[in-house]
């Protein structure tokens, strides 16, 4: 398998293990403090479903582009596209649009970290759930696969 092949199949499983879950985090985050008795959560609720709209549009546009033309379109995120006019020279380009996709990382996190610790996955209707569980199913196993297909690219270095 040549090194650009390679590349591109890393790349479609991240966003099938990394985009399309952090999607689904923020639109499930967001639909469940659109429920809230909180007003501070109920206001955030339609911004974080509008924001995983949007960047599932985005992954679903780069899984497109990864499998039909071997490329990705697009950034990965809101984030990422919201660093765009930060990255001419010398702001170092690629610098920002890593930020920028660190942000989303960081936000999806969070988000997953205040539905398990605030007890907000208990009242989640079934189909929610499912979906959540499925999320959190693909990008720790994405991260796992990921790991591992590092170290073995490291051993391979090695042993060369």
Known sequence: ???ASR?????LLEVLTVGLPFCGFKVLAGLSFLESAAPAARALGPAFVALGAVDAVL??????GLAFAGRRPIDACVFSLATRPLR???HAPEAWKDFGNSLDVL????????????G????????????WNLCVI???????????GESLRNLRARAA
Do not use: K, Q, Y
């Open 138 to 148: 693909l990008n720790v196993l994405g991260a796992g696969l990921g790991r591992f």
């Open 1 to 3: 398998m040549s090194d």
């Open 7 to 11: 590349a591109r199949r890393l790349e």
């Open 59 to 64: 992954n679903v546009l780069n899984l497109a």
């Open 120 to 131: 907000r996955l208990a009242g989640m209707p079934a189909a929610r759930l499912a979906i």
């Open 107 to 118: 936000l999806s996190f969070a988000l997953v970290a205040v539905m398990i610790g605030g």
């Open 88 to 90: 001419r020279p010398p």
